[in-house]
């Protein structure tokens, strides 16, 4: 059974006193809908990734061209697209994460960096597990 979706966004931003605001709609044909909210990596991931891309299309130039359109600083940008040094595998498990459906996200982007920034995805992979094993209990702790 086909049902109707239409999803509305209006985004608000008030950054160092300037306003700006986004409006989006979308309206698609879906099986059945979704259960929950998608985990804030999981977003961040994909992110990370369209960044990626606008890097390497030449739309953007640059970490600090990619900080100002998103409104954050290049430090922020710098962690978020670390991500993309994880392990394929641990890039793909992030974007399929199950929705959250109640109380907090069970991974977080502080967990990560450590293991983004360990060079070797053996050792990432093993951290990855343990974070999955633990949950948010793993806060800075590291192998």
């Known amino acids: 059974m086909n049902d109707h979706l239409k999803i509305e ?10 306003k700006a605001s986004l409006q989006a709609s979308s309206e698609q044909d879906i ?3 979704q259960i929950g909210r998608l ?3 999981t977003k961040l991931m994909a992110l ?12 953007a130039s640059d970490y600090a061209q990619l ?3 998103g409104h954050v600083t290049r430090a922020r940008l710098t962690q978020i697209m670390n991500l993309r040094l994880l392990a394929p595998d ?4 992030i ?12 991974i977080i982007l502080r967990q990560l960096q450590p293991i983004a920034l360990a060079a070797d995805w053996r050792i ?7 974070i999955l094993r633990l949950g948010p209990k793993v806060s800075e702790a590291s192998e």
């Open 48 to 59: 990370a990734i369209r960044f990626e891309r606008l890097l390497a299309e030449g739309a």
């Open 39 to 41: 985990p804030k990596i």
């Open 9 to 18: 966004v209006n985004i608000s931003f008030n950054r160092n006193g300037r």
């Open 67 to 69: 900080a100002r359109l």
């Open 90 to 93: 641990i890039q793909e498990a």
């Open 124 to 130: 990432q992979r093993r951290l990855w597990k343990r």
């Open 95 to 106: 974007l399929f994460l199950p929705p959250i459906t109640s109380g907090r996200d069970r």
């Open 31 to 33: 099986d059945a809908p």
